[in-house]
Every structure is written in structure tokens, then in C-alpha cells.
């Protein structure tokens, strides 16, 4: 418009027609006068965003509500357009066509977010483009900080997580100090508001004060579970790499004991990582990174040398593991029920590598599963479950081709 204006201008001059003129200097003028209109309209534009829910498992939506309004009781905005900055695995950047917004205005959008792979996600800022009503002055500016949505693994659900619960091979997920009814026969000091019928009359006798049968106390039953992180060791792309297939069964796994009581010890590829119940759990395996490492070897030393009760289920879901690091994982946790999960989809160099860690671990008293799919892990858990304790030779199971 400032060219053709200035055109205008000059050629009417030249030739002596001031109509020509006249239009050149109202060309000329209406950008300057647009300006004007959107002075100082970025600071009247106030907005606020909210991401419900701020937690969500992968593939589950969540929606982000924004808004936006005029601040100004006086001057309003002639256009505003508003664009809402995501990551690239949430799909396009969502734009909207506000439009006007007079004094103290307010206008809502919102629009809804569906992650596949788990992680932190930033969510903004957003970006505010304000315009003129003849469309020739834009603004643009960023306003605020991004906030976070947090996307965590899936947890399928699986049945109870079965133990070894003595040389007989109980099915049990919590075992107790004592028998089912009974009392520990080791009393202790009479108390304030204990009842009388608790009195332990021998000892009481013996100690010349009063002494009670103490209450049934239970032992809760500890499980560890190991799962794979090393970047080298998987295959695949986002959603579809053997890693997210990975995650999302350690995720059900520590769901699942923790569900059944389970004190739960969780190992990655480094070494242990915090558990704190099954929101932290799967908080930290939210944003649990690929280690670099090149053997698992560091992962299975820190579970050996654990100290604490001896474990009733010992899970490890693993990627494209080596010879050394399955023989050393075979000779791991003898007394307790052992369950592998092989990722079929890993970064195996070949189908009879693949093979032979499943006859090492299963020759080690492991109960091999071969995953494919996550979605297939309950079925696989169901029969590893129904499966006898104590066997020469555990089963391997599988579903579907490899």
C-alpha cells in the first residue's frame, strides 16, 4: 500500500491530476493511522490457560482450555488471532480466529490433545497476533510460560502378581509372621486400653507385671523389578519402538504388586530407581530416559547385592539382552519366583539370539515371556500365572508370530 501510494503520488504530480494525488496521500496515510489503532493493544490482551487433566496415560486425550479478553474498559481490540505452541508429537499448532474483542470481552477456546508416547510435554506459549480492522498492521508477541503435561505409560491390567511363598510353592500375595488366627506367642507389656482377655497369665507370672499376647503382624511381600532402558538394546520408533513396549509393561507389572500389597524395589539400566507408591511409579517411569549404557550387567549387580527380605517375585522385562548379561541374570534370585519379559520387537541381531537368552533364562528357573505387543501381556501373565511353581524346566510363552 506505501509503494502504490507513493506511486500514486508521484505520477500525479507529474501529470498535474490531483485526484491521482489524493489517492496517493490517503494510501500513504492509512498504514500510519492503522498503527495507531493497534497501539498499545498487546498489553490490553490477558489471557490464561488449563490443561484438564495434567495427567494422563499415553493414548488417553486431555483438553487445554484457553482464555483471552480485553483488560481495558475503555479501548477494545480490533482483531485478535491466537496460535498455542505443542510439540510436534501432539499434532499441529491449534490456531484460532478470535476476532474482535471490545472492552472487558472475554472469548474461550480450547482444544484437545492426544499423546501416544509418554513424557513431559510443554504446552505454550501462546502466541497473540493482533491486527488492524483493514488488515495492513500486525502485532505479534508471546505471552507467558508454558505448562507441563505430564503423559505417563499405560498400565494394563494383569492378574495377582503370584509368589513363591515357601518350599511347597503357596500362591500367596502376603504372608504373615504368624498363622492365619493366631497370635505371637512373644508377649509384651501391658499397655493403656488393652483388653484383659489379651493377658498372657504365665508370663505375667514370670515377670511379675502384666504381659499380652501381642496382635497377628504381617509381613508384607517384597518384589523387584527390573526393566531394560539401554537405547542400544531396542528398536523402533516412538509409540511402535520396542522401548515404549517396555515401559508399559514394567508400568503394569509395578501396578499390579503394588495393587497386591507388594513392597516393590525397581531397577533401570543405571540402577535403582525411586518408587513411591503407584502415581510415583508411573511419574518416574513418565520420564525415565534411555540409558546409554551397553550391557545390563550394572542393573543386575545392583539387584544382586540388595540387601532386605528376599524377594517372592523377581519381574524383568528386557530388551535385546547379551549372552553374559543373561547368564548372569539366570543365576539371580534362586528362592524366588522369576518371571522374564523378552520384547521380541528389541534390537535382537537375530531370531536365534533371541532363542538361545530364552533357553538360558528358562534353564535358570525363569518363566520366559515373549512379548510382541503390550497389549498382549495380560494373556501372557494370565498363563505364566496358572503355571506350576516348581518345575524342571519353566515354560516359555508366547502368542502370535514373533
Known amino acids: 500500500m506505501l509503494v502504490f501510494g507513493l506511486a500514486a503520488l508521484v505520477a500525479g504530480l507529474v501529470v498535474g491530476q490531483f485526484e491521482l494525488v489524493g489517492v496517493g496521500v490517503f494510501l500513504l496515510a492509512v498504514p500510519p493511522l492503522s498503527a495507531l489503532t493497534v497501539l498499545g493493544a498487546g498489553s490490553r490482551v490477558v489471557h490464561s490457560r488449563l490443561v484438564r487433566p495434567p495427567h494422563v496415560q499415553a493414548g488417553q486425550s486431555s483438553r487445554v482450555l484457553v482464555r483471552v479478553g480485553n483488560s481495558s474498559s475503555v479501548w477494545p481490540v480490533p482483531s485478535v488471532s491466537l496460535a498455542d505452541t505443542v510439540p510436534v508429537r501432539l499434532g499441529e499448532e491449534p490456531r484460532f480466529d478470535v476476532g474482535h474483542l471490545g472492552a472487558r470481552a472475554v472469548r474461550d477456546v480450547g482444544y484437545l490433545v492426544q499423546p501416544q508416547v509418554r513424557g513431559r510435554y510443554p504446552i505454550g506459549p501462546l502466541r497473540v497476533v493482533i491486527g488492524d480492522p483493514l488488515g ?139 518408587v513411591s507408591g503407584v502415581s510415583g511409579v508411573l511419574d518416574g517411569l513418565a520420564v525415565a530416559e534411555a540409558s546409554d549404557g551397553p550391557h545390563l550387567l550394572p542393573a543386575v549387580s545392583a539387584l544382586a547385592s540388595r540387601r532386605g527380605p528376599s524377594p517372592g517375585l523377581i519381574t524383568a522385562v528386557l530388551g535385546a539382552i547379551g549372552p553374559e548379561d543373561a547368564d548372569t541374570l539366570a543365576r539371580t534370585g534362586h528362592e524366588a519366583r522369576k518371571v522374564a519379559v523378552l520384547c521380541t520387537g528389541a534390537a535382537w541381531p537375530s531370531a536365534e539370539a533371541l532363542h538361545g537368552v530364552e533357553r538360558v533364562l528358562a534353564a535358570g528357573g525363569w518363566h520366559v515371556l515373549l512379548l510382541s505387543h503390550p497389549d498382549r501381556l495380560p494373556q501372557l501373565w494370565r498363563a505364566a500365572g496358572e503355571a506350576p511353581l516348581a518345575v524342571a524346566a519353566p515354560r516359555v510363552f508366547t502368542e502370535g508370530p514373533l
Open 136 to 274: 495492513c498492521v500486525r502485532v505479534s508477541r508471546e505471552v507467558d510460560a508454558p505448562v507441563s503435561l505430564l503423559v505417563t505409560p499405560r498400565a494394563l491390567p494383569l492378574g495377582p502378581a503370584e509368589v513363591r511363598g515357601g518350599p511347597q510353592g503357596e500362591h500367596t500375595p502376603l504372608r504373615s509372621a504368624a498363622g492365619v488366627g493366631e497370635q505371637d506367642p512373644i508377649p509384651r507389656e501391658y499397655q493403656h486400653g488393652d483388653e484383659l482377655r489379651r493377658v498372657h497369665w504365665r508370663s505375667t507370672a514370670k515377670h511379675g507385671e502384666l504381659m499380652v499376647r501381642r496382635d497377628e503382624q504381617h509381613r508384607r511381600e517384597h518384589s523387584v523389578l527390573l526393566v531394560d532402558t539401554r537405547a542400544g538394546a531396542h528398536r523402533g520408533e516412538q509409540a511402535e519402538s520396542s522401548l515404549e513396549t517396555a515401559v508399559t509393561a514394567a508400568a503394569s507389572v509395578a501396578v499390579r504388586c503394588l495393587e497386591d500389597g507388594h513392597d516393590l524395589d525397581l531397577y533401570g539400566a543405571d540402577g535403582p530407581l525411586p
